[in-house]
């Protein structure tokens, strides 16, 4: 299985201001095939925001594109999401979800999410 935490959302940050997420993963972390950054906004679905597929390729939703950039540190089984020039529409429950295979199936992974609020 594979395990995710993330951290590093806050309560209320102001508009313009920056915030780095972290997303740890554990357990088979080798078997994972593609991980991404996905946000729930308030009384709204999940949404991608970035992710990063078993080629290295990054893809980002098109609200974020020069604002958000996704990086991994394969050393710490970490992923980064680095929030610039966050606005009030960026406020929603962040979370990390992983695609992970096992020898029969590709099964996904969800963290427990981390709060962003942004203030206009």
């Known amino acids: 299985q594979v395990q995710l935490v993330e951290s590093g959302g806050a309560f209320m940050v102001q508009a313009g201001e920056s915030l780095r997420l972290s997303c740890a993963a554990s357990?088979?972390?080798?078997?994972?095939?593609?991980i991404g950054w996905y946000c729930q906004p308030p009384g709204k679905r999940h949404e991608v925001v970035a992710s990063i597929n078993g080629n290295d390729i990054i893809d980002y939703a098109d609200s974020v594109k020069g604002r958000f950039a996704i990086s991994r540190d394969n050393t710490n089984n970490t992923v980064y999401l680095q929030m610039n020039n966050l606005k009030p529409e960026d406020t929603a429950r962040y979370c990390c979800?992983?695609?992970?295979?096992?020898?029969?199936?590709?099964?996904?992974?969800w963290g427990q999410g981390t709060q962003v609020t942004v203030s206009s």
């Open positions: 979800m992983a695609n992970w295979k096992t020898r029969t199936s590709t099964l996904s992974s």
């Open positions: 357990g088979s972390v080798s078997s994972i095939t593609f």
